[in-house]
Each structure stands twice: as structure tokens, then as C-alpha cells.
Nanobody
Framework: QVQLVESGGGLVQPGGSLRLSCQFS????????MGWYRQAPGKQRELVAG???????NYTDSVKGRFTIDRDNARNTVYLQMNSLKPEDSAVYYC????????????WGQGTQVTVSS
């Protein structure tokens, strides 16, 4: 069974940076598309960034140029580097793993809170 454990969230001032990590276990990491989603209070969960097994990335428009997703297949870990953080980036951030052979098979982490506030 795939397990995802996020870390790296916290409180940061506007303009600051955070790096989220997601440790993957229980299957073959390299055949999963990995993604970071976020959910703010009263809002729907949205895709922030994704990276395929081949390294192709995509970002929601509001984070382009500020956030970077990457993966380390040797460490079974995906990262989200978040720079120039804004209060509207505050949310619970969730790691997601999607099996590229059976796209309906997805797994979620427990989430990590990111709060951007002065």
C-alpha cells in the first residue's frame, strides 16, 4: 500500500520561502505522477503543481514563476519549493501519487499546513 508523508509546512512571512517534502513508500515511485494540491478553508482542493515520471511539470497559473516541483527518484521523494509566498498561498498542502498505468489509482498524504502571515 502506498504511503505518503508530507513535511516542511509552517508559518512564514509574506515574501518568504518554504520547501515541502513528500516521502513515498510502498510501491515503485518512478511509475507515479506526483502532485501537490492545496485546500484553503471554504474552498475546493486545487492542483498546485505536478510532475510526471518523465519529469514533465505543470503549475497552476497563480504559482508560476514562484513555485518549483521536482522529484528525486533515488530518495522516493517529491519536493515543492515555494518562493515569494503570499497570504493567499495559505492552505493545507497535500501530496498526491497517481499510478501512471491505472490513472484511477491515486493516493493522498495527510497534509501539511502552510500559513503566510505577518
Amino acid at each position: 500500500q502506498v504511503q505518503l508523508v508530507e513535511s516542511g509546512g509552517g508559518l512564514v512571512q509574506p515574501g518568504g520561502s518554504l520547501r515541502l517534502s513528500c516521502q513515498f513508500s510502498g510501491s515503485i515511485f518512478s511509475i507515479y505522477t506526483m502532485g501537490w494540491y492545496r485546500q484553503a478553508p471554504g474552498k475546493q482542493r486545487e492542483l498546485v503543481a505536478g510532475i510526471t515520471s518523465g519529469g514533465t511539470t505543470n503549475y497552476t497559473d497563480s504559482v508560476k514563476g514562484r513555485f518549483t516541483i521536482d522529484r528525486d527518484n533515488a530518495r522516493n521523494t517529491v519536493y515543492l519549493q515555494m518562493n515569494s509566498l503570499k497570504p493567499e498561498d495559505s492552505a493545507v498542502y497535500y501530496c498526491n501519487a497517481q499510478y501512471e498505468v491505472v490513472l484511477s489509482l491515486r493516493y493522498w498524504g495527510q497534509g501539511t499546513q502552510v500559513t503566510v502571515s505577518s
